[in-house]
């Protein structure tokens, strides 16, 4: 039996992993003796991954056209200030 990456040996108390807290729940994988670790599983499923993946993408470019505007926005007051014709 496995929980949190380890594997809990046979004969010891559960309370010995986990402590002694009555509103501890816990999630354990059954595997076979020698098996090794149970393959972990994602934290959130791919087609969340994606739209989490496209939503920041599209954020990233709608800033970095923020960030050019001032920037034309600042090149054009600096050259107004030191009368530069634009």
Do not use: C, F
């Amino acid at each position: 039996m496995w929980w949190a990456g380890k594997e809990l040996q046979r004969g010891k108390l559960l309370s010995d992993y986990v402590g002694k807290n009555d509103k501890t729940k816990i999630i354990a994988k059954l595997q076979k003796a020698g098996g090794g670790p149970p393959v972990r599983e994602p934290i959130i499923d791919q087609e969340s991954y994606k739209n989490m993946l496209a939503y920041y993408r599209k954020k990233e470019e709608e800033m970095k056209v923020k960030l050019l505007v001032i920037m034309i926005d600042n090149v054009r007051n600096w050259k107004r200030i030191m009368m530069i014709p634009i």
